[in-house]
């Protein structure tokens, strides 16, 4: 099953808990035999960068206004965050970029659990989500 947000392919992501006496790894996610496996790429600065690019998903994919926001609740998952331990302040600098004036409040969690496009939970690791907040129900 391939998820797609317009034409940006969707990952569900995990990573290796740890490796087993027989060499073998065991994943923080569920893979069964025949799926298919990606090995994704990151760095520094694309984890320092990426809640904000997230955030900023979220408004242009779906037309909101800042305006009409009151706050944002930010998930954020803490592997990523312990890997980007010493520059917070920067993540913290690049979601303001994008929020402006608008309060936020960021949690870091171990194995999130989210919904995906079609409406399908799944249990993933370093993600990042994003709840935005409105007094207005006909902005959101």
Not at 7 to 29: C, E, G, N
Request: aromatic share 8%; with cysteine.
């Amino acid at each position: 099953m391939k998820h797609q947000l317009g034409k940006v392919p969707l990952y569900l992501l995990s990573h290796p808990a740890r490796v087993l006496p027989d060499s073998s790894i065991s994943l923080f996610t569920h893979i069964q035999e025949n799926d298919k496996v990606t090995l994704m790429a990151g760095d520094q600065k694309s984890l320092i960068s990426r809640a904000a690019r997230v955030v900023e998903s979220v408004f242009s994919n779906n037309d909101y206004q800042p305006d009409n926001i009151n706050g944002a609740l930010i998930g954020f998952c803490a592997g990523s965050m312990m890997a980007v331990r010493d520059d917070l302040p920067e993540v913290h600098k690049e979601i303001k970029s994008v929020l402006g004036d608008i309060p936020f409040l960021t949690f870091f969690s171990f194995g999130e659990q989210g919904c995906l496009i079609e409406g399908a939970n799944y249990h993933g690791n370093l993600m990042i989500s994003v709840i935005l907040f409105s007094n207005q129900p006909s902005a959101l």
